[in-house]
């Protein structure tokens, strides 16, 4: 099982977050830094803390106002200039300083079904949802993060035929790996 650090500041808002969506009933998991953490080995240091969630459009602002009332830091400006961006967009407020956060709405099947076959991660005493290796991949690529695809495919469970066939299915063919 993949395993995610984060130094103590991080992994608060980690905690946090895991907190709120699991108390909106959202099915959701981590990307980003988070996903990194756990498939990569890295610790989360730096950056914002990205989720993705299956939610409609009503369920935004219940994301937002909740998180409002649980001692995050929303700014109704940026909710209102994120409104066409499927985005929700908050601060985790912390005495050693804010960490952003962004939760993506799932708004399309590709990312539902990514939310859908997420997998389990151990961090601290709790488990988390990251993307599978192959969708974190694809994910990278789209990102164009080529380094971090590379040092994906040297994980030994990692499905390159799975990883590829996503690839052609979205149009992006010519990141095939062979």
């Given at each position: 099982m993949p395993h995610v650090r984060a130094t103590a500041r991080y992994a608060r808002a980690i905690e946090a977050?895991?907190?709120?969506?699991?108390?909106?009933?959202?099915?959701?998991?981590?990307?980003?830094?988070?996903?990194?953490?756990?498939?990569?080995g890295s610790e989360v240091t730096a950056g914002s803390i990205d989720a993705l969630a299956t939610m409609g459009p009503q369920q935004?602002?219940?994301v937002a106002m909740?998180?409002?009332?649980?001692?995050?830091?929303?700014d109704r400006d940026e909710i209102e200039a994120s409104e066409e961006l499927d985005l929700v967009p908050?601060?985790?407020?912390?005495?050693?300083?804010?960490?952003?956060?962004?939760?993506?709405?799932?708004?399309?099947?590709?990312?539902?079904?990514?939310?859908?076959?997420?997998v389990d991660a151990e961090?601290?005493?709790?488990?988390?949802?990251?993307?599978?290796?192959?969708?974190?991949?694809l994910l990278l690529t789209v990102a164009g993060d080529e380094e971090g695809v590379t040092s994906?495919?040297?994980?030994?469970?990692?499905?390159?035929?799975?990883?590829?066939?996503?690839?052609v299915?979205?149009?992006?063919?010519?990141?095939v790996i062979r």
């Open positions: 977050v895991h907190e709120l969506l699991s108390k909106l009933r959202l099915e959701f998991l981590f990307v980003g830094n988070v996903a990194r953490s756990a498939w990569l935004k602002n219940q909740m998180a409002s009332n649980r001692g995050f830091r929303v908050f601060h985790f407020a912390d005495a050693d300083g804010d960490v952003r956060v962004h939760v993506l709405i799932a708004s399309n099947a590709l990312y539902g079904r990514m939310v859908a076959s997420g961090f601290r005493d709790r488990t988390v949802r990251v993307p599978s290796a192959e969708d974190f991949a994906l495919l040297t994980i030994p469970a990692f499905d390159r035929d799975s990883y590829n066939s996503k690839l299915s979205i149009g992006l063919g010519e990141h």
